[in-house]
């Protein structure tokens, strides 16, 4: 009897989280469906579930009218440099900060929470007169500068919290036996954080492939456009083939989609630093 209860436990929990992922991925459905909707015809009235006939040249337009593929190709470049670089230097300066003396910890972290509620339109004019005196102005490098500087305050704490609940001892045996600092982040603390190295990749591949203000900002050349000023020229274009529309919408979100899909692996692993902690 008490068998038949865990296993309907069980079944209605799985059947509550597939409500809830239902809840996410159908609007992402709905995209797709409208995508393929036959060119300049306004939203469907009642649910549409697939359109018949389905009209996938609404994808290739869009590669007619704009130079799609070099505007990702653009947004390519930067995710790709941006990416693992602010891993590292996120990376570094939580295991950083995880090291100092508890007060100074308090202290540093109570900063990188007080910079995240300034608006990020508050340093837009500082940083164009940074980047105009460095010569990245109407470059890619304006949109990949910012990981030099770990990309977010989140990125940091992140890795933060998660260096600073690895039991000490685990240091200070390294410390031990020889190990410097960098040793002791590239051999010991990094591989126990990869879930959170996986979380941090996915929110900074959002971050920088999503970015649509930086570009407006700094870049001036259509040639080094990105993908999200593509999305809004095509809008301009035309703001009322909704179809057209949504297939660039599908565009922008499918490889974010897709990254968190095989980053959700090590997200959920049975090795995950969830497990370990959860120990201690």
């Given at each position: 009897?008490?068998?038949?209860?865990?296993?309907?436990?069980?079944?209605?929990?799985?059947?509550?989280?597939?409500?809830?992922?239902?809840l996410f991925i159908l609007p992402f459905f709905w995209a797709v469906v409208a995508s393929l909707r036959q060119p300049g015809l306004p939203p469907?009235?009642?649910?549409?579930?697939?359109?018949?006939?389905?009209?996938?040249?609404?994808?290739?337009?869009?590669?007619?009218?704009?130079?799609?593929?070099?505007?990702?190709?653009?947004?390519?470049?930067?995710?790709?440099?941006?990416?693992?670089?602010?891993?590292?230097?996120?990376?570094?300066?939580?295991?950083?900060?995880?090291?100092?003396?508890?007060?100074?910890?308090?202290?540093?972290?109570?900063?990188?929470?007080?910079?995240?509620?300034?608006?990020?339109?508050?340093?837009?004019?500082?940083?164009?007169?940074?980047?105009?005196?460095?010569?990245?102005?109407?470059?890619?490098?304006?949109?990949?500068?910012?990981?030099?500087?770990a990309g977010s305050p989140l990125f940091v704490l992140l890795f933060y919290w998660v260096y600073f609940r690895i039991p000490s001892e685990v240091?200070?045996?390294?410390?031990?036996?020889?190990?410097?600092?960098?040793?002791?982040?590239?051999?010991?603390?990094?591989?126990?954080?990869?879930?959170?190295?996986?979380?941090?990749?996915?929110?900074?591949?959002?971050?920088?492939?999503?970015?649509?203000?930086?570009?407006?900002?700094?870049?001036?050349?259509?040639?080094?456009?990105?993908?999200?000023?593509?999305?809004?020229?095509?809008?301009?274009?035309?703001?009322?083939?909704?179809?057209?529309?949504?297939?660039?919408?599908?565009?922008?979100?499918?490889?974010?989609?897709?990254?968190?899909?095989?980053?959700?692996?090590?997200?959920?692993?049975?090795?995950?630093?969830?497990?370990?902690?959860?120990?201690?």
């Amino acid at each position: 009897m008490k068998k038949k209860r865990v296993r309907a436990f069980g079944l209605w929990w799985h059947l509550l989280g597939l409500t809830i992922a239902a809840l996410f991925i159908l609007p992402f459905f709905w995209a797709v469906v409208a995508s393929l909707r036959q060119p300049g015809l306004p939203p469907p009235r009642t649910v549409e579930w697939w359109p018949q006939p389905a009209y996938w040249d609404n994808y290739a337009e869009i590669f007619r009218l704009l130079p799609m593929g070099r505007y990702i190709l653009n947004s390519l470049s930067v995710v790709a440099v941006a990416v693992p670089l602010t891993l590292v230097m996120a990376s570094l300066a939580g295991f950083g900060l995880s090291q100092l003396y508890s007060r100074r910890q308090r202290r540093l972290a109570l900063v990188s929470i007080l910079l995240m509620l300034i608006p990020g339109m508050a340093v837009w004019p500082f940083r164009f007169h940074v980047f105009y005196r460095l010569g990245l102005i109407d470059s890619l490098w304006a949109l990949i500068a910012p990981a030099f500087a770990a990309g977010s305050p989140l990125f940091v704490l992140l890795f933060y919290w998660v260096y600073f609940r690895i039991p000490s001892e685990v240091y200070e045996s390294a410390q031990l036996d020889g190990a410097n600092a960098w040793t002791v982040w590239r051999r010991i603390a990094q591989p126990l954080a990869w879930p959170m190295t996986a979380a941090v990749a996915v929110l900074a591949f959002t971050l920088y492939w999503s970015d649509f203000t930086s570009p407006v900002l700094y870049i001036f050349d259509p040639a080094r456009y990105t993908l999200p000023i593509g999305l809004q020229l095509l809008k301009q274009m035309d703001q009322t083939n909704y179809p057209l529309l949504m297939a660039g919408a599908v565009i922008m979100a499918a490889p974010v989609i897709i990254l968190f899909i095989f980053a959700q692996r090590l997200l959920l692993h049975d090795l995950s630093l969830g497990k370990l902690l959860d120990k201690n």
